[in-house]
DNA sequence: CTTCATAACTGTAATCATTACAATTTTGTA
DNA sequence: TACAAAATTGTAATGATTACAGTTATGAAG
């Protein structure tokens, strides 16, 4: 697993230092569009020394290259995501978590704005989730 | 157009204060899905006393009753539209201004989610607008 | 026209996410 | 082993937003 991270890493030009992997890692099997304060306490339990600076950097540093995209979902801190494909997502006003949406791709095609160049789409969904849902029935 | 802007103020259980009126009224007008920062720096210009806060508070009591709405495709600081229609918005990367963009009822449907309760949609597109297209071809 | 309760507004301080930056540590290579 | 480059750390600065207490405006009652 960790040769299939530090593989990916070189190919995008970022070097994979243990922090890197261990961040890129947390992101592809937590997928839970987390914060940087998500990665940050989860990752220091493991790693005393780490900063949280070094999580903002490295975060910014795979958007740069690519390999993660920025979630504006939520107002008050901004998410992170390794599935860099065209998906949407939703999230729950009561838990705070947000599920991915697969969207056919006739939800992405526009029509008529072809003066603007588009080079990022986002598709944002905000309600109640199903689990939310039952509890919120029971009250 | 002062009594129009009141009466829906108050059709939406909201007082119409002089402030409250002038803060609606920018939104309308010029229809360029302001920042804070924006609505402020323009009507302390008119209104020497105008405090920051009051223009947090009283947007925050427009979304609360439903006559503006949220755009979160900025980072840095949440923006606000009067237009609470269902409709897509375009940021330019390069000047910073939000466009509307209109989009047909089938890119807002979506199946398969029956579970989750939807209460808002929001599609952000990020790129480079006609303008600056051009104005970038030129370099 | 005054009184008074309530709502609106102001100004300052606090909060919190994010960024800047200089100092320190790690890494890869010669 | 030596050393330059890259990565990381810790602290301070920034900037948007919120909290809150004090002040002002409003509108009904007398
Ligand atoms: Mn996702
Ligand atoms: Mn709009
Ligand atoms: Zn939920
Ligand atoms: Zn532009």
Request: include cysteine.
């Amino acid at each position: 697993m960790t040769k299939q991270i530090e593989q990916l890493l070189r190919m995008h030009i970022v070097r994979p230092s243990h922090h890197r992997i261990k961040i890129y890692q947390y992101l592809i099997e937590k997928r839970n569009h987390p914060s940087v304060d998500m990665v940050y306490q989860e990752l220091v339990r493991t790693i005393p020394t780490l900063s949280k600076t070094t999580v903002y950097n490295t975060l910014q540093l795979f958007l740069e290259k690519g390999i993660v995209i920025m979630i504006t979902i939520d107002e008050n801190e901004t998410r992170y995501d390794a599935d860099t494909s065209l998906h949407g997502h939703f999230r729950c006003s009561s838990c705070g978590k947000i599920f991915d949406i697969r969207l056919g791709t006739d939800a992405w095609r526009l029509d008529g704005i072809d003066d603007f160049e588009i080079n990022e789409s986002h598709i944002y969904f905000k309600g109640w989730c199903p689990e939310c849902r039952k509890k919120g029935a029971l009250q």
